[in-house]
């Protein structure tokens, strides 16, 4: 009875904060899996049965539903495998390379290379609906089925399957025996249904990255090598007769000699994936963070680390303490810190990253992949579609994160997210540019994928608030959390969030910067001064319009400050720099090339005119932004 009390209270402390999206008329599909998987650590198959109950909330009728079957790209010839060879800079992680006869660099796809043994697979052995076989078609990563009978609006439907899996050598995120030794790193695991929603079906082949899910419940049952410790998405419901660390203080876990195996029972109410991490050589720490959430740490027992990582907890509660006061609080009761996979990636109530770094590395990792529970998991966004809010968004406000919990001091840069901005600036010189409305998987090289997704991506925020202000950009922040958590926001949500919040229209921003290549180039192209009065012009060089912050530099040390509106915008920001004397000038429509304006001096001498020296307008030429009175 007390363990039904307990799961109730889990459930129900979720309920609250069911979504709550603004949009008239949005809704979302939604799923209850329950899996029980037997894992083999020997040769590592697993089989697995699974009944999924699928509530169909859309105004549609479904004749057919696809799931995704993950671990079937690692074999040789799938549309990884191929990608691998057709890109120009392959991710190293998943490449050998040698030099050929020639003397050039040779890259072969280790996907490629995988025995029968060792590459991953997902077969659906039997699948019915309501009782009834269903056909079903295996195309790559996606298994097709043709339903037995329509599932309606506003109705439910059961889907009842067994399954066989194999956990493929580690090549990218999941797979076992990891390159630091970590037996089983399970993300992406299950035949996972794929999501339906306004746009229509999601049936994406796993070709390279990045994922879109079914929000709903997840109960789940691994069972495996008793010396096997397991850190997962969700509460384990039987963490007295498991022991490893989990159970209640106080309570002496005793395993018959003669038992092989244990069961480990998760519940996850309320997320849109489950992932799993597993060692027979973990160690196990707890640590209780802000708001009653119970962090895990399971990482390996190897000296080497083991500091790093002990010093990693209560900076991770830093971290945790920061997220919530900044963006909104975290509303689950558990977190883990799992060292797997092959660098860093979040899932829901968890993370895998790989454990052998220098501790500002293991800050920096662990803090990207924690705020992506609120940017990619609570806010679920489309990751595929709109790659660069998850990762820029989290890029973003960990950057932030990671400042604050090891201390460095924000002031000691005008611009501390100037890394992004640079790296931003390199494609642009390089002419080799998507826009970020670009499909994660078909950018021309990962190099672009990277920049646009992390760097680009995080310029969009700090950007934002050179256009509308720090404080109404992260009000923008805690509002859109706020208004969309556990939905699928889009990126015009989010823009409207902000547009709610500060007043101003910000179509034009949203566009250039995410569905073009437009870029950013002011120059001051004229500065003159005549006893008390002085006249500037500006020039517009590339498409991309913004609103200008111009400070004169008096050569008595005195500034002052104009601003010129962006038209487009109809609404003006408040003075950055109230400290400094602003005058508001009229707006600076697109279509005029320059903009020109004569003012006062008041018998100053002037000494230079700059445009934005906090360097957050992303221009891409910014020796044209300062010019001396010659």
């Given at each position: 009875m007390k363990k039904i009390i307990i799961f109730f209270s889990l459930i129900s402390s979720i309920t609250w904060a069911q979504h709550n999206n603004p949009n008239p008329g949005y809704w979302q599909q939604h799923v209850d899996y329950k899996m029980d998987i037997q894992?083999?650590?020997k040769n590592f198959q697993y089989s697995g049965t699974q009944e999924l109950i699928y509530t169909n909330n859309s105004p549609d009728t479904l004749k057919k539903v696809f799931y995704h079957l993950y671990f079937n790209a690692f074999q040789p010839g799938s549309e990884m495998d191929v990608r691998l060879t057709s890109i120009a800079d392959p991710d190293k992680r998943m490449v050998k390379s040698f030099k050929g006869g020639d003397g050039e660099q040779v890259k072969i796809s280790k996907i490629s290379q995988l025995k029968p043994n060792e590459i991953g697979y997902i077969k659906v052995k039997e699948l019915t609906q309501d009782g009834e076989q269903v056909k079903t078609k295996v195309v790559g990563t996606i298994l097709e089925v043709d339903l037995a009978k329509p599932i309606l609006p506003n109705s439910k439907t059961t889907f009842n399957m067994t399954f066989d899996g194999q956990v493929p050598v580690m090549v990218r995120r999941a797979g076992r025996n990891s390159a630091e030794g970590v037996a089983l790193s399970m993300s992406q695991w299950y035949p996972k249904m794929a999501e339906f929603d306004f746009e229509g079906w999601h049936a994406d082949p796993y070709i390279g990255r990045e994922f879109h899910g079914v929000w709903g419940n997840f109960d789940v049952k691994i069972t495996l090598d008793k010396n096997y410790t397991v850190g997962a998405t969700g509460y384990l419901q039987n963490k007295n007769e498991i022991g490893h660390g989990y159970q209640d203080a106080g309570v002496k876990v005793s395993i018959p000699k003669k038992q092989k195996t244990l069961t480990w029972h998760f519940v996850a109410p309320n997320?849109?994936?489950?992932?799993?991490?597993?060692?027979?050589?973990?160690?196990?720490?707890?640590?209780m963070g802000p708001n009653g959430v119970e962090l895990h740490f399971l990482y390996k027992r190897d000296r080497e680390i083991v500091k790093n990582w002990k010093e990693l907890q209560p900076a991770t509660v830093k971290l945790l303490e920061y997220f919530n006061e900044t963006i909104g609080e975290y509303p689950y009761k558990q977190y883990s810190v799992i060292q797997g996979g092959d660098g860093g990636m979040e899932y829901a109530m968890c993370t895998l990253i790989t454990g052998k770094r220098s501790l500002p590395s293991l800050v920096g990792v662990t803090a990207h992949e924690l705020a992506h529970k609120w940017f990619q998991h609570l806010l679920a966004t489309n990751e595929s579609k709109h790659e660069w809010m998850d990762e820029?968004?989290?890029t973003f406000i960990s950057d932030f994160a990671v400042k604050t919990v090891l201390e460095k001091d924000l002031q000691e840069d005008e611009n501390p997210f100037r890394s992004n901005y640079n790296s931003y600036f390199y494609m642009v010189k390089k002419e080799h540019q998507n826009p970020l409305s670009t499909h994660a998987d078909r950018y021309d090289d990962n190099m672009n994928y990277g920049i646009s997704a992390y760097s680009k991506g995080a310029v969009f925020i700090t950007q934002l608030a050179y256009v509308i202000g720090w404080d109404n950009t992260?009000?923008?922040?805690?509002?859109f959390y706020h208004d969309y958590k556990f939905s699928h926001p889009t990126?015009?949500?989010?823009?409207r969030t902000a547009e709610r919040v500060s007043g101003a229209i910000l179509d034009w921003y949203l566009v250039d910067w995410t569905q073009t290549t437009n870029t950013i180039d002011y120059a001051i192209k004229e500065l003159k001064q005549e006893e008390n009065t002085a006249s500037f012009t500006l020039e517009r060089i590339e498409k991309m319009p913004m609103p200008i912050d111009l400070y004169v530099e008096y050569e008595d040390g005195s500034m002052e400050s104009f601003y010129i509106p962006n038209t487009l915008m109809r609404w003006e920001k408040a003075n950055p720099t109230p400290e400094i004397s602003r005058t508001i000038l009229k707006g600076w429509d697109w279509a005029h090339p320059t903009f020109t304006h004569t003012f006062n001096t008041k018998g100053k001498k002037i000494k230079q005119l700059i445009i934005d020296p906090s360097e957050l307008m992303a221009d891409i030429n910014k020796k044209d932004n300062s010019k001396a009175l010659e």
């Open positions: 894992m083999n650590v997320v849109h994936d489950f992932a799993w991490g597993a060692d027979d050589n973990f160690i196990h720490d707890k640590l820029g968004f989290t992260m009000k923008t922040l805690k509002r990126p015009n949500d989010f823009k």
